[in-house]
């Protein structure tokens, strides 16, 4: 089946320690990728997007992304965390073909532990 | 800012009810989502509309129905409320021009059936 994957169920990280969370997904042709962050207690919020162009994007709160067409793939990134960091993070994908529904599928989540 | 709002953060339900989840947005998007987000899991898409009275079967619709009347309501209904029910649901909308915007999401409502 169709999906998309995150391969880091938790993280715990120390700050300033540099991070990484994969995602990858399994739809072919031309697909519109995301990734939310929702911190504790909150809603889930935008925290960047990709669409086309440089597939490298730069999101809020210092994250970036890597879009990699040939792993399909687009791995979340930030060179150093910090403890306001700690939330769950899903990545989404705009799968082609939805009927201009702007349906998402999104990840299972990654929770992130920011220890001080 | 756009606002997507649920009426409920907390609710309790007995087995076999009929419980009903509603949902506001007030920017005037085309679309409207509802998601359940279960640990492990993310978030599943049970429906989706796309227009008043428009429905849209998501990855997992089975025990649900949906009711979009106005443009900024959209309902999402369980017929007869099931344990297996028993998460956090999501409600999101966007603008019909286009996903670039991504999805606003409403703050949940977690649903406990016992």
């Known amino acids: 089946a169709q999906s998309v994957s995150q391969h880091n169920h938790h993280v715990i990280l120390s700050e300033a320690a540099s991070l990484e969370l994969g995602c990858n997904y399994s739809?072919?042709?031309?697909?519109?990728l995301f990734w939310y962050v929702q911190y504790p207690g909150q809603h889930l919020q935008l925290l960047l997007k990709?669409?086309?162009?440089?597939?490298l994007v730069k999101g809020i709160k210092g994250f970036e992304a890597e879009f990699i067409k040939s792993k399909f793939s687009f791995n979340l990134r930030k060179p150093s965390v910090q403890w306001s960091d700690t939330a769950e993070y899903f990545c989404?994908?705009?799968?082609?073909?939805?009927?201009?529904?702007?349906?998402?599928?999104f990840g299972a989540g990654t929770r992130l532990a920011v220890h001080p | 800012d756009v606002k997507v709002t649920q009426s409920s953060r907390y609710l309790v339900k007995r087995t076999g009810e009929k419980v009903f989840l509603e949902c506001v947005q007030d920017?005037?998007?085309?679309?409207m989502f509802w998601y359940r987000q279960d640990p492990g899991l993310g978030l599943r898409l049970i429906y989706f509309?796309?227009?008043?009275?428009?429905?849209e079967k998501g990855d997992i619709p089975e025990g649900y129905s949906v009711s979009r009347e106005k443009k900024e309501r959209f309902s999402l209904i369980l017929e007869s409320a099931s344990t297996n029910q028993t998460s956090m649901y999501l409600c999101?909308?966007?603008?019909?021009?286009?996903?670039?915007?991504?999805?606003?999401f409403g703050s949940g409502t977690r649903l406990t059936v016992v």
């Open positions: 999101a909308s966007s603008s019909g021009t286009g996903v670039i915007y991504g999805y606003t």
């Open positions: 739809y072919g042709g031309t697909v519109n």
């Open positions: 990709y669409f086309s162009g440089d597939p």
């Open positions: 989404a994908v705009n799968p082609p073909r939805s009927g201009g529904y702007n349906k998402l599928i």
């Open positions: 920017m005037d998007h085309e679309n």
């Open positions: 509309s796309y227009d008043v009275k428009m429905k």
